[in-house]
């Protein structure tokens, strides 16, 4: 069954998530929200409103990876060890398999953590510790614990595929399909020897202990429109297509990235346009929130000094991985590499030369750092 304009009223009534007089009463509207999917969003002015994916066509990629999403749902409702992540999520419905329909809440007056960030120029301490709730509510360190879970086998436990970058030389990377931006971040990286020899340990660090994202970025968290500083944040996570059992500082790492990304992107785009750079955006201003997210993640975890110091050291060796791999993110529809790629490259090798001093001066996390600290990364 194709879901269209036509036929998804009649599908909702099958399922009684709508009823006859609702639709009569003109309680019922639908509108065309797709992306990678086919998604409807139903009711958006009458709530209970309903966001309804369905995978385009017959793509067994994208149907694996909307059974990952519902997977998610599925044990955040019905599994014990995931039952607080469901306080960050949007109310899951139901997962029609057959049809590969999911069908979760439309949250009403949100807006994703992205655009706040970037319309406002605030970057609230709340916010961030409720980045670490959140995160921390899914994430698993106990060796052994995830493994034995009815989950574990549900997923494919995969490696990012940063970190096979270094398994194929530049020859056989050169005759991939990649495009020709994407291309020349792998020149300027194989070709770099220090480069390469500063990311073949990072491999060897992965642990599979965890449920992860896997796609952690701030378009893909979702925030209450009405959000000021006076109340606390309602913060949730969508977008689990790429889910998998792995390494949870891979997630956490993200956060720092997106941090840096934000601050790298507006930087450029003030210099391109002749501007000095506002001070809301610059990272000196984003610090103390990167340091809340760090401080209060690690108190949800309950961790040691020692192992707190550990972790972190990971996470700065996973963060200039991240940016690594945004490198080729923003480079799929380039032809040619991009002032931001070169910048995030250049990024990502300064924070595995010099990963102590990034804690302090680049995350801010240990002491704040100057303008002129702050740019000379």
Same mark, same amino acid.
């Given at each position: 069954?194709?879901?269209?304009?036509?036929?998804?009223?009649?599908?909702?009534? *099958?399922?009684?998530?709508?009823?006859?007089?609702?639709?009569?009463? %003109?309680?019922?509207?639908? #509108?065309?929200?797709?992306? #990678?999917?086919?998604?409807?969003?139903?009711?958006?002015?009458? +709530?209970?409103? @309903?966001?309804?994916?369905?995978?385009?066509?017959?793509?067994?990629?994208?149907?694996?990876? !909307?059974?990952?999403?519902a997977t998610c749902y599925w044990l955040a409702n019905n599994d014990e060890q995931y039952q607080v992540l469901k306080n960050f999520l949007p109310k899951y419905h139901e997962y029609d398999y057959l049809n590969h329909i999911l069908i979760i809440e439309l949250l009403p007056e949100v807006q994703s953590l992205y655009?706040?960030?970037? %319309?406002?120029?605030?970057?609230?301490?709340?916010?961030?510790?409720?980045?670490? &709730?959140?995160?921390?509510?899914?994430?698993? @360190? *106990?060796?052994?614990?995830?493994?034995? %879970?009815?989950?574990?086998?549900?997923?494919?436990?995969?490696? +990012?595929?940063?970190?096979?970058?270094?398994?194929?030389?530049?020859?056989?990377?050169?005759?991939?399909?990649?495009?020709?931006?994407?291309?020349?971040?792998?020149?300027?990286?194989?070709?770099?020897?220090?480069?390469?020899?500063?990311?073949?340990?990072?491999?060897? &660090?992965w642990e599979v202990t965890s449920l992860l994202h896997g796609d952690i970025k701030f378009p893909n968290f979702i925030i209450n429109r009405s959000y000021d500083e006076s109340a606390a944040p309602d913060v949730r996570l969508i977008d689990w297509e790429l889910a998998d059992m792995g390494d949870p500082l891979w997630?956490?790492?993200?956060?720092?990235?997106?941090?840096?990304?934000?601050?790298?992107?507006?930087?450029?785009?003030?210099?391109?346009?002749?501007?000095?750079?506002?001070?809301?955006?610059?990272?000196?201003? !984003?610090?103390?929130?990167?340091?809340?997210?760090?401080?209060?993640?690690? $108190?949800?975890? %309950?961790?040691?000094?020692?192992?707190?110091?550990?972790?972190?050291?990971?996470?700065? #060796?996973?963060?200039?991985?991240?940016?690594?791999?945004?490198?080729?993110?923003?480079?799929? @529809?380039?032809? &040619?590499?991009?002032?931001?790629?070169?910048?995030?490259?250049?990024?990502?090798?300064?924070?595995?030369?010099?990963?102590?001093?990034?804690?302090?001066?680049?995350?801010?996390?240990?002491?704040?750092?100057?303008?002129?600290?702050?740019? $000379?990364?």
């Amino acid at each position: 069954m194709i879901l269209t304009f036509e036929n998804i009223a009649h599908y909702l009534l *099958e399922k009684g998530l709508v009823t006859l007089d609702d639709i009569v009463a %003109g309680k019922f509207s639908v #509108r065309d929200n797709s992306s #990678r999917n086919t998604n409807f969003a139903v009711n958006k002015e009458h +709530p209970p409103g @309903y966001l309804v994916k369905q995978v385009r066509a017959k793509d067994m990629e994208k149907t694996q990876t !909307m059974r990952i999403e519902a997977t998610c749902y599925w044990l955040a409702n019905n599994d014990e060890q995931y039952q607080v992540l469901k306080n960050f999520l949007p109310k899951y419905h139901e997962y029609d398999y057959l049809n590969h329909i999911l069908i979760i809440e439309l949250l009403p007056e949100v807006q994703s953590l992205y655009d706040y960030h970037y %319309g406002t120029g605030n970057f609230p301490i709340p916010v961030a510790e409720s980045l670490a &709730d959140l995160m921390a509510s899914y994430h698993c @360190y *106990e060796l052994g614990k995830v493994q034995q %879970g009815r989950s574990f086998q549900l997923f494919k436990k995969n490696k +990012p595929w940063v970190f096979s970058l270094l398994d194929n030389s530049l020859d056989e990377w050169m005759n991939s399909s990649m495009g020709s931006a994407e291309k020349q971040v792998l020149q300027l990286v194989l070709k770099n020897q220090e480069f390469v020899e500063l990311l073949k340990p990072i491999r060897e &660090d992965w642990e599979v202990t965890s449920l992860l994202h896997g796609d952690i970025k701030f378009p893909n968290f979702i925030i209450n429109r009405s959000y000021d500083e006076s109340a606390a944040p309602d913060v949730r996570l969508i977008d689990w297509e790429l889910a998998d059992m792995g390494d949870p500082l891979w997630d956490v790492a993200a956060i720092f990235q997106n941090y840096l990304s934000l601050w790298v992107s507006v930087e450029i785009a003030n210099q391109q346009q002749g501007q000095k750079q506002l001070q809301t955006f610059s990272l000196e201003n !984003m610090q103390p929130s990167i340091n809340a997210f760090w401080k209060k993640y690690v $108190a949800n975890n %309950g961790w040691d000094v020692a192992d707190t110091q550990a972790k972190l050291d990971k996470t700065v #060796r996973y963060t200039a991985f991240k940016l690594l791999h945004s490198c080729f993110e923003s480079s799929q @529809y380039s032809k &040619d590499i991009q002032l931001f790629t070169a910048k995030t490259l250049q990024l990502s090798l300064n924070l595995l030369k010099f990963p102590n001093e990034a804690v302090g001066e680049l995350l801010g996390i240990q002491k704040q750092c100057n303008n002129a600290t702050a740019t $000379a990364y």
